[in-house]
């Protein structure tokens, strides 16, 4: 599996923002995380690109949207309602495995380069 990110950027509060990762086909799980300097990277969401199995940190839980479009190989991080606290580096990731295994979030092995959101 490969990944490449785009869509970062700079938003206001309250704002929205979509981050895409282009990725190869096949089924594994998908995770998006974001890390801010000083901190440890944190997983916020994740699916299976079979289907099913939907998981999101309680932070952005009703604000954040992951999915999947398996016709163009792509994956998706639609974030809304956003806040300055969203502010971080973001990073698509997959792993193989399966569906049960998506929302162990410390068990990621593929990555994309990252893509800085700022919000303020």
């Known amino acids: 599996v490969q990944l490449v990110e785009s869509g970062g950027g700079s938003v206001q509060t309250g704002g929205s923002l979509r981050l895409s990762c282009a990725a190869s086909?096949?089924?594994?799980?998908t995770g998006w995380f974001r890390q801010v300097p000083g901190k440890e990277r944190e997983g916020i969401a994740s699916?299976?690109?079979?289907?099913?199995?939907?998981y999101y940190v309680t932070s952005v839980k009703g604000r954040f949207t992951i999915s999947h479009d398996n016709a163009n190989n792509a994956l998706y991080l639609q974030m809304n309602d956003l806040k300055a606290e969203d502010t971080a580096t973001y990073y698509c990731?997959?792993?193989?495995?399966?569906?049960?295994?998506?929302?162990?979030?410390?068990?990621?092995?593929?990555w994309g380069q990252g893509t800085q959101v700022t919000v303020s």
């Open positions: 990731a997959a792993r193989r495995g399966a569906r049960w295994q998506c929302s162990t979030m410390n068990s990621y092995d593929i």
């Open positions: 086909t096949g089924t594994y799980c």
């Open positions: 699916t299976y690109t079979g289907g099913g199995s939907t």
